[in-house]
């Protein structure tokens, strides 16, 4: 595709001391990264940081969007269930076409699904982008869950916090809704309060 070259805008990084988390800011758009997120609670520190910031030096009157989104990549590999089927591992609810007992998982080669789910009578929603994927460096297959729960409603910068804490439950619901009850008891959740212990 070809197109007149348009002004490109500055944005700014600024990068954690082990290089795992990112604050980016441009004009339109302020973003935490984390490359090596674990709960919530050690996320939510730089986010906090970050919205301060942003509150403090620029004062902007609103946000116009307010979104948090997680990618996982299920490797079965990682968790010595290498050979499982997609069946045992994925719930109904998002298995489709790989449900199908006929489909070994080395004669899938490709599977992609996005549900979009709004809140009735509000601007806010959920975007389920869920298929199989390759693992960067290396043959392993990998089922990869990509979540983005947001509000595109005027919100002032204060309810972020409270928004972000929401999303993040809602986001914990959807993929657990994706993941089958075996899944979910190899991956070996914690309460908080025990991870919080450790």
């Known amino acids: 595709m070809l197109g007149a070259a348009g002004p490109l805008k500055s944005q700014y990084q600024f990068l954690s001391q082990d290089r795992a988390t990112t604050i980016a800011l441009a004009p339109d758009a302020l973003s935490v990264t984390s490359s090596n997120y674990s709960r919530w609670e050690d996320f939510e520190a730089p986010v906090k940081l ?14 116009t969007r307010i979104g948090l989104r997680y990618q996982n990549a299920v490797v079965p590999g990682d968790f010595g269930i290498e050979g499982s089927p997609w069946a ?21 080669t490709e599977a992609f699904s996005v549900v979009r789910a709004m809140l009735p009578g509000q601007q806010e929603g959920i975007l389920l982008q869920h298929g199989l994927g390759q693992r960067e460096n290396g043959p392993d297959k990998a089922y990869v869950f990509d979540i983005d729960c947001y509000t595109e409603k005027q919100n002032d910068v204060a309810s972020t916090h409270s928004h972000l804490r929401r999303f993040n439950a809602r986001a914990r619901y959807a993929f657990r809704w994706c993941i089958s009850d075996f899944l979910h ?14």
Request: hydrophobic content about 45%; cysteine-free; glycine content about 8%.
């Open 88 to 108: 045992a591992l994925l719930s109904k609810n998002v298995l489709g076409g790989l449900a199908h007992p006929g489909f070994s998982n080395d004669r899938i």
């Open 50 to 63: 970050a919205i301060d910031a942003l509150s403090n030096i620029y004062k902007p009157s609103f946000l």
């Open 185 to 198: 008891d190899t991956l070996g959740p914690k309460p908080v309060a025990e991870m919080v212990r450790h």
